[in-house]
C-alpha cells in the first residue's frame, strides 16, 4: 500500500484533479507539484496496478522541536481521489502514524466541510482542537488615510516590545486550547516567531504602531513565492488589550496592504480563529471573503 517510489508527474496530477482536500486556501495545481518534488516524508497509497489513489506528506517540526523540547511533525498532505472509502483511508492514516512513532506529536489541518475524514482522526485518537477561517482579497486596492501617520517600520530596539506582545495576545489559537503544551513554552513560541521574522528581511516587513514613542501593535507581512507567483501573507497580527475597539488593527491591516500593492503583490490571505469575532468583523470591513475553513487536530503519541 504505502512505497518510496519517485512519483510521477502525470500520476499526480490526476490524483490532485479529481482529489478532495488540500491544505492550503491558496495553494493551486502547480503549487503543489512543485512542493511534492522533495519526496521524504512522502506515503503513498497504491491499488494492485499502482494506480496512486492518495498521498500524505509528513514534515519534520525542527523549530518545534527546538521550542518544546520533543520530536513534532505536521501531516501537510493527505489527499485521497473520491472514489477511496474511509475503511481505506483509516488504514492508511493508521499506516502513517505507525510509521512516525520517532515522535511525540502531530498535528494536521482538514477541511471544514469533510465530515468523514473528521470521524475517521478523532476515531484513530487525533483531538480536535481550533477552527480557522482563510480570508482573501485581491490588489490594487483604493485606501483611505486616517491613524495610519503612527504606524511605521519596526526597528531593532522595538524587539522587546514585539516579543512582549506577541507572548501575550494570542490565547485563541490551538497551542494553548492543548494542555500538554507548557504555556512559557507557548509564549516563547510566540517570540521566537516575530524575532525570526523581523531577522528574515528577504520575507518579513514588520510595522509597528506606537503612542508616545511605545509599540501597543505590530502587523507581520510576508511575500511567499510560489511555483510561478507571489501572494501576500499576514502572518500575525496584535494590538495591547487596552487600545482594542479604536481601529488600530484595521489600520495596521491597511498599512500591509499597502506594503504588497508596492511590492505589487497581486492576492493577500490572512487566516484567523473561527471564535475570533473581532477579527472576522475587521476583515470583512475590508472588504475580504472567506476562501477556505479548515479544523486542526492534535495526535500525542502514548495517549489514549
Known amino acids: 500500500m504505502e512505497k518510496n517510489m519517485r512519483v510521477g508527474e502525470k500520476k499526480l496530477r490526476i490524483l490532485l484533479n479529481n482529489s478532495t482536500f488540500y491544505k492550503k486556501s491558496y495553494y493551486r495545481l502547480p503549487d503543489v507539484l512543485h512542493e511534492l518534488k522533495p519526496e521524504k516524508g512522502l506515503f503513498l497509497l497504491l491499488d494492485e496496478k499502482e494506480n496512486l489513489l492518495g498521498l500524505s506528506k509528513v514534515k519534520e517540526l525542527f523549530w518545534d522541536r527546538k521550542i518544546f523540547g520533543f520530536n513534532c511533525g505536521r501531516i501537510e498532505y493527505l489527499i485521497f481521489r473520491k472514489e477511496v472509502d474511509d475503511i481505506l483511508k483509516e488504514i492508511f492514516i493508521r499506516e502513517i502514524l505507525k510509521r512516525n512513532k520517532n515522535k511525540r ?4 489541518s482538514i477541511e471544514e466541510k469533510d465530515k468523514k475524514l473528521r470521524k475517521i482522526l478523532l476515531k484513530l485518537g487525533f483531538k480536535e482542537m481550533v477552527k480557522y477561517v482563510t480570508y482573501h482579497i485581491r490588489l490594487p486596492i483604493k485606501f483611505s488615510n486616517s491613524l495610519r ?27 494553548y486550547k492543548d494542555k500538554n503544551f507548557k504555556r512559557k513554552l507557548i509564549e516563547k513560541f510566540y517570540k521566537e516567531w516575530i524575532r525570526n521574522s523581523f531577522n528574515n528581511k528577504k520575507e518579513h516587513q514588520i510595522f509597528v504602531y506606537k503612542i508616545n514613542n511605545k509599540v501597543i501593535g505590530f502587523i507581520n507581512c510576508r511575500i511567499l513565492k510560489l511555483s510561478k507567483r507571489k501572494i501576500g501573507i499576514i502572518d500575525l497580527i496584535a494590538v495591547e488589550k487596552k ?6 488593527g ?28 473581532s477579527a472576522l468583523r475587521l476583515y470583512k470591513s475590508l472588504g475580504m471573503r472567506i476562501v477556505g475553513k479548515r479544523n486542526t487536530f492534535h495526535f500525542w503519541y502514548g495517549e489514549k
Open 149 to 175: 501617520e503612527k504606524i511605521e517600520v519596526a526597528k531593532k530596539e522595538d524587539l522587546v516590545e514585539l516579543e512582549k506582545i506577541s507572548a501575550h495576545s494570542f490565547f485563541n489559537t490551538r497551542f
Open 105 to 108: 506529536f502531530l498535528d494536521i
Open 243 to 248: 487600545y482594542r475597539g479604536k481601529g488600530i
Open 250 to 277: 484595521k489600520n495596521l491591516v491597511k498599512k500591509g496592504l499597502e506594503y504588497f500593492q508596492r511590492k505589487r503583490v497581486k492576492e493577500v490571505y490572512v487566516e484567523t480563529e473561527k471564535e475570533n469575532l
